[in-house]
């Protein structure tokens, strides 16, 4: 493991070394280097501000306070199964007037935690992340924030990654595009906590489209949320609750297995490597075709945030050692700031 007093790599530096397909892991740096609006503690804090009721916490605390979707869903369900046994007489009760409380607190939490519009976002700066991002085979990103998107969408020739998700077959005008196609060698993005735009309904998994509506993402999610479409996302949560959400869903499981098997070299930016992303770091350590790990380090290389992302590495690598002795794993840090992700400050 490096030393605390050694310099570290320049993104230059990074850059010079890759070779063959390189893939990137963009965690919730990548987002607080746009804005700092992307520095929230917790989504679900955020909610239990805006009123989320303490009925409701409750809900949320059996199935694990990163399970918007699950949590909205069983009241929704719990609502129905009442009604169906005659315990409920009316279209309303305890559990659906609680999906309109978590729908509010939700809202309003990300009125507080998100941009309004790929607008607020300077062109240069979208220029910049594009650019950067440009280096890479496949993008994988924790964050359910809209910036990535926003930032693809913005290549002039159509962009340059693709997600899988196409124009409905059964519904060719219809405003929102579906999970259609794996991506196998292609250029790809995948979001293995899933995503603010991504909803299911009528058994599929859809993406809410700027292109195709013409109205801004945060008012299609908004709306959505009226309609019971539900955004399919991973926030916080025990690792357990958090990999099991991931279980449940076909997309994200599909996310988390292409993330598992890349091979060459994987440059992770603006990520922690908590706790509550164990499973990702596992997927690291099993991967013995994995060979390149450069990870970036913001500010002070002697932080207790960076000596955290420094331990969390070190468990990588002693995992690995312990399971594919014949397949070390060369790791080496660099200084994310040096990376001008966004453009120049």
Request: with cysteine; hydrophobic share 35%.
């Amino acid at each position: 493991m490096m030393k605390k007093d050694q310099s570290l790599l320049s993104y230059s530096a990074v850059k010079e070394r890759l070779s063959g397909r390189s893939h990137i892991l963009l965690g919730n740096g990548f987002s607080i280097g746009c804005d700092p609006v992307f520095r929230y503690p917790s989504l679900y804090s955020a909610s239990v501000e805006a009123g989320l009721s303490e009925r409701a916490q409750s809900v949320f605390a059996r199935l694990g306070t990163n399970n918007f979707e699950g949590v909205m869903r069983l009241l929704d369900d719990a609502h129905w199964v009442a009604k169906t046994y005659g315990l409920v007489d009316n279209d309303t009760s305890a559990m659906t007037t609680d999906v309109e409380v978590v729908k509010r607190a939700l809202v309003d939490a990300l009125a507080k935690s998100h941009l309004e519009h790929t607008g607020k976002i300077a062109d240069g700066r979208k220029d910049a992340a594009l650019d950067f991002l440009s280096t890479y085979h496949n993008i994988f990103t924790t964050n359910y924030d809209l910036l990535l998107y926003w930032v693809v969408m913005h290549r002039k020739d159509g962009p340059l990654h693709e997600d899988g998700f196409r124009a409905d077959e059964g519904d060719s005008n219809a405003p929102y595009l579906v999970f259609a196609e794996r991506l196998g060698q292609n250029r790809g993005i995948f979001y293995l906590h899933g995503a603010l735009h991504l909803y299911l309904a009528d058994g599929q998994l859809r993406k809410q489209s700027w292109s195709r509506s013409g109205e801004c993402l945060t008012h299609l999610i908004r709306d959505g949320l009226r309609k019971s479409e539900y955004p399919l996302f991973v926030a916080e949560g025990s690792p357990e609750k958090k990999l099991a959400q991931i279980r449940e869903h076909a997309y994200l499981w599909y996310c988390l297995d292409k993330f598992a098997r890349i091979q060459n070299t994987l440059v992770v930016f603006g990520h922690s490597f908590g706790a509550s992303d164990q499973h990702l770091a596992d997927a690291i350590a099993r991967n013995s075709k994995l060979s390149q790990l450069f990870v970036g380090l913001h500010g002070d290389p002697k932080s207790k945030e960076n000596d955290a992302i420094r331990r969390g590495v070190s468990q990588i690598r002693a995992q690995r050692k312990e399971g594919e002795p014949q397949h070390a794993l060369e790791v080496s840090y660099f200084d994310s700031d040096s990376a001008r992700v966004w453009g120049e400050p």
